[in-house]
């Protein structure tokens, strides 16, 4: 399994970007799939995912409302669309995928790295002020 993100930048508070992740080895469907971020001097945050279980998305209480989570089962890609950015959702971005299925409640409860067993190499979002 490989996961590759990207679409980071520099966006000014109040803009949007829209963060890919290219998945190759993986079936979607039998994966738990997540977007983590970390800022500098933080531990590294669950923003929003979804469980092998699970219908829909979830979403961290941070970015609810203005983020949203898209799988494309034809690219094999999914997606992260940030809006109305804050300076606050500065950090590097990370896609994961992990194929156990896990006792929870909500992906949420996944919130730890050895949760997900792929990662992404990260993608870094600045938002200035």
């Known amino acids: 399994v490989q996961l590759q993100a990207s679409g980071g930048g520099l966006v000014q508070a109040g803009g949007s970007l829209r963060l890919s992740c290219a998945a190759s080895g993986l079936t979607f469907r039998s994966y738990a799939m997540g977007w983590f971020r970390q800022a500098p001097g933080k531990e590294r945050e669950i923003v929003s995912c979804?469980?092998?279980?699970?219908?829909?998305?979830q979403y961290g209480d941070s970015v609810k409302g203005r983020f949203t989570f898209t799988r494309d089962y034809t690219t094999n890609a999914f997606y992260l669309q940030m809006t109305n950015l804050k300076p606050e959702d500065t950090a590097v971005y990370y896609c994961?995928?992990?194929?156990?299925?896990?006792?929870?409640?909500?992906?949420?409860?996944?919130?730890?790295?050895?949760?997900?067993?792929?990662w992404g190499q990260g993608t870094q979002v600045t938002v200035s002020s």
């Open positions: 979804i469980a092998n279980t699970e219908k829909w998305m």
């Open positions: 994961a995928a992990d194929p156990t299925v896990k006792a929870v409640s909500s992906c949420l409860q996944l919130r730890l790295p050895y949760d997900y067993a792929f």
